[in-house]
């Protein structure tokens, strides 16, 4: 007999305070915010349950933040030490099924189809999972486990914080006839208006509006939402293809057109991608410059290389090269830069094929990263970068540049 599809939806509570508070468990029970200090630009990336209980939320300012909540803490946040806890909460799902999807850091799907035997049910399978997250790395999760991707997701959005809930098989339509039409995944701003319009408030009601209506008013999405509300979601679990690219920016407290800062800033990215890039064994042909002027116009310009390299000069004398080619056609002042690298390939480390000055260059990021890892990354720093020294704040693993990024 065929096995009915089951999967899980796993999401970390308050991710990024979470990982504050395992660090330092005096923030534990407290409104604690984490994208930066209320004085600074900028929005809120993370709130506590305790913080959200006085309105506060992922992407409000953090000055509204600090008036609605003046006692809460406000944190500048790290992103690389949330990437790492990510890693291990991955590692950890991954030795439950080879069928994982990871969805930006905290989050993931599971196909556990037949997996109940191994467990006793899959039911205790999610709950093993949750105890170890929380054993292993203090982080609280929630869970839904259902018959598809879309009512799995909205379960476990339902069962937060630290929840666990199963929609059984044949409840799917029950489960969501009450449910707000915003619990769908992409009924936002936009769509919420127009389902009002319509009459139309709950996913149950939504779930009985012919399709063509719906296209009618919402486009393509329409027969997403006709299906979606009545629980018919075909999407497969999907192991992660490899990275197409890797990117780096930051947004400046104040906008700036300082050349000196500028390039010790794109010094500084650059680094950060280069590190990356060889981490992954991976070399690239196409480095994008991305900068952001103060009206917000954002730009990008990229540049293509003769030959595969994975080198931080490399990368950020050709940045450098965009960017000074692009300021001088522009007035304007800087709010954002950023660095990224594309078209990658596997490299196939073959020395002795590399000219004198790669090899150099090589040998030198290696020895670099090998000290970084050691003794994290600023432990050792080029010229051009010390400059970033009386300007950002420094941790274990790197400078905490104004927005996690
Ligand atoms: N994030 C962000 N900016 C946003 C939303 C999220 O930087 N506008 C980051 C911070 C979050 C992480 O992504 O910690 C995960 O996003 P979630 O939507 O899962 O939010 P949380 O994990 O913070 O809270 P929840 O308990 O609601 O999942
Ligand atoms: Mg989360």
Same mark, same amino acid.
């Given at each position: 007999?065929? %096995?009915?599809?089951?999967?899980?939806?796993?999401?970390?509570?308050?991710?990024?305070?979470?990982?504050? #508070?395992?660090?330092?468990?005096?923030?534990?029970? &407290?409104?604690?915010?984490?994208?930066?200090?209320?004085? =600074?630009?900028?929005?809120?990336?993370?709130?506590?349950?305790?913080?959200? =209980?006085?309105?506060?939320?992922?992407?409000?300012?953090?000055?509204?933040?600090?008036?609605?909540?003046?006692?809460?803490?406000?944190?500048?946040?790290?992103?690389?030490?949330?990437?790492?806890? $990510?890693? &291990?909460?991955?590692?950890?799902?991954?030795?439950?099924?080879?069928?994982?999807?990871?969805?930006?850091? +905290?989050?993931?799907?599971?196909?556990?189809?037949?997996?109940?035997?191994?467990?006793?049910?899959?039911?205790?399978?999610?709950?093993?999972?949750? #105890?170890?997250?929380?054993?292993?790395?203090?982080?609280?999760?929630?869970?839904?486990?259902? $018959?598809?991707?879309?009512?799995?997701?909205?379960? $476990?959005?339902?069962?937060? /914080? +630290?929840?666990?809930?199963?929609?059984?098989?044949?409840?799917?339509?029950?489960?969501?006839?009450?449910?707000?039409? @915003?619990?769908?995944?992409?009924?936002?701003?936009?769509?919420?208006?127009?389902?009002?319009?319509?009459?139309?408030?709950?996913?149950? &009601?939504?779930?009985?509006?012919? /399709?063509?209506?719906?296209?009618?008013?919402?486009?393509?999405?329409?027969?997403?939402? *006709?299906?979606?509300?009545?629980?018919?979601?075909?999407?497969?679990?999907?192991?992660? =293809?490899?990275?197409?690219?890797?990117?780096?920016?930051?947004?400046?407290?104040? %906008?700036?057109? #300082?050349? $000196?800062?500028?390039?010790?800033?794109?010094?500084?990215?650059?680094?950060?991608?280069?590190?990356?890039?060889?981490?992954?064994?991976?070399?690239?042909?196409?480095?994008?410059?991305?900068? =952001?002027?103060?009206?917000? %116009?954002?730009?990008?310009? *990229?540049? @293509?290389?003769?030959?595969?390299? %994975?080198? +931080?000069?490399?990368?950020?004398?050709?940045?450098?090269?965009?960017?000074?080619?692009?300021?001088?056609? #522009?007035?304007?002042?800087?709010?954002?830069?950023?660095?990224?690298?594309?078209?990658?390939?596997?490299?196939?480390?073959?020395?002795?094929?590399?000219?004198?000055?790669?090899?150099?260059?090589?040998?030198?990021?290696?020895?670099? +990263?090998?000290?970084?890892?050691?003794?994290?990354?600023?432990?050792?720093?080029?010229?051009?970068?010390?400059?970033?020294?009386?300007?950002?704040?420094?941790?274990? @693993?790197?400078?905490?540049?104004?927005?996690?990024?």
């Amino acid at each position: 007999m065929a %096995n009915c599809v089951r999967i899980i939806h796993i999401d970390l509570d308050a991710f990024f305070v979470s990982v504050e #508070q395992v660090e330092n468990p005096e923030l534990k029970g &407290k409104p604690v915010v984490v994208g930066g200090r209320p004085e =600074r630009r900028g929005v809120i990336a993370t709130a506590s349950y305790e913080a959200r =209980r006085y309105g506060l939320h992922a992407g409000m300012p953090l000055a509204t933040a600090s008036r609605l909540c003046p006692q809460a803490i406000f944190i500048e946040g790290n992103l690389t030490k949330y990437r790492q806890a $990510s890693q &291990k909460f991955i590692a950890i799902l991954a030795d439950f099924s080879p069928f994982l999807e990871p969805v930006g850091l +905290d989050e993931a799907y599971l196909d556990v189809t037949g997996f109940e035997s191994l467990h006793g049910s899959i039911f205790k399978m999610a709950s093993t999972i949750k #105890q170890q997250v929380k054993d292993e790395l203090g982080l609280s999760a929630s869970v839904g486990i259902a $018959s598809s991707k879309v009512v799995a997701k909205i379960a $476990s959005e339902l069962a937060k /914080p +630290d929840g666990l809930l199963e929609v059984a098989l044949g409840k799917e339509r029950s489960f969501l006839k009450p449910l707000s039409v @915003s619990k769908l995944p992409g009924v936002g701003k936009k769509t919420d208006p127009k389902l009002k319009n319509l009459g139309i408030d709950t996913i149950g &009601k939504l779930s009985l509006m012919p /399709p063509d209506v719906l296209k009618s008013r919402c486009g393509a999405f329409g027969e997403v939402l *006709h299906r979606f509300s009545n629980g018919i979601d075909n999407r497969k679990v999907e192991p992660p =293809r490899e990275a197409k690219s890797i990117s780096r920016e930051t947004t400046f407290a104040e %906008n700036t057109r #300082q050349q $000196s800062f500028l390039e010790a800033t794109l010094r500084y990215l650059s680094e950060r991608v280069g590190s990356e890039l060889r981490q992954q064994s991976k070399q690239t042909r196409c480095v994008t410059l991305k900068l =952001r002027y103060a009206d917000f %116009n954002t730009i990008t310009r *990229h540049h @293509s290389l003769k030959k595969e390299i %994975n080198s +931080d000069q490399t990368i950020f004398l050709t940045g450098l090269k965009l960017l000074k080619s692009t300021l001088s056609q #522009q007035k304007q002042t800087v709010r954002l830069l950023g660095i990224g690298v594309s078209s990658l390939t596997k490299s196939g480390r073959q020395l002795h094929m590399l000219d004198s000055e790669s090899a150099r260059l090589e040998r030198l990021d290696r020895a670099i +990263d090998h000290i970084r890892n050691k003794y994290g990354f600023t432990s050792i720093q080029t010229g051009r970068m010390l400059r970033l020294k009386d300007i950002f704040l420094e941790n274990e @693993s790197g400078y905490m540049l104004g927005v996690p990024n």
